[in-house]
């Protein structure tokens, strides 16, 4: 079972936020969906959680068309900065409200939550920080317990330790229960270590999908003098360059070879390194 994204295109007016997306989203995973600012990212949840439709291609959730399809969308739950919420909604009634939607969530459990992150479920939503906004919406998130579970910029406004709360809570709900989850970020560093796969989105299009492992280990970079490294790279993926005053640094995306590599300096790269030097803009 998964989420199928088949030959996904979305224009609005002459811009196109996304071009012949062709995605698998597959059940019991964690995802980190990456991408710069207009890259693409929210545009595709979106999508998928029938928020907006596609201009060209289809969605299919388990095999069920997404489009106006209560069966479908019953599956899957959106938290991101929009507020869907009434503003004189109590954080309760929120998620009554979100168990009127989805037969699986559990009010109680957000309820539970609501203690942890220190949230007065009798305030009205309206009436939140925008730091217990993003809390309450990610509880509802986590208390639909929909099988494909979008969770773009989960923590928006929230401070470090309400951060580290969120992320644990993510892996706990997993173990205890693996679902789907898919988290749209821009702080990778803190999502990484979370993260099973990874989908990077650059200019609409899909520019990786693939385990964090498999990119890892694919992943490094060489730095020297600019004739070793140049000797070096010739028959490589190289994915970036740099000069560091008489260093040239050269970062590479592809099985590392095994002879000899000297007078070189050879490191690996991160998740969000390898995420910068994939999608910056090349100057000529």
Known sequence: MSIEIKRVSKS???TKALNDVLLEIKENKIYGLLGRNGAGKSTLLKIINNRI???????YIDGLDSVENDKAQKDVFLMNDENTYPSNM???EMLKWTESFYPDADADKGLKLAEKFSLDTKKRF???????RSIAKFIAAIASNAKYTFLDEPVLGLDAGHREL???IILEEYSDAPRTFVIATHII???SALLENVIIVEKGKILENDSVDNLLSKGYCVSGDE???NEFIKDKNVISTEKVGSVK?????ENKVTGSMQNLDVSALSLQKLFVKLTEERGE
């Open 249 to 253: 640094v050269a970062y590479i995306l």
């Open 12 to 14: 609005f007016g002459k």
């Open 126 to 132: 309206g009436s939140l920080s925008t730091g217990y």
């Open 90 to 92: 109590t954080v309760s």
């Open 53 to 59: 439709y596609a201009t060209d291609g289809y969605v």
């Open 189 to 191: 560093e803190e999502v």
């Open 166 to 168: 969120v992320y644990k």
């Open 227 to 229: 004739y070793t490294v």
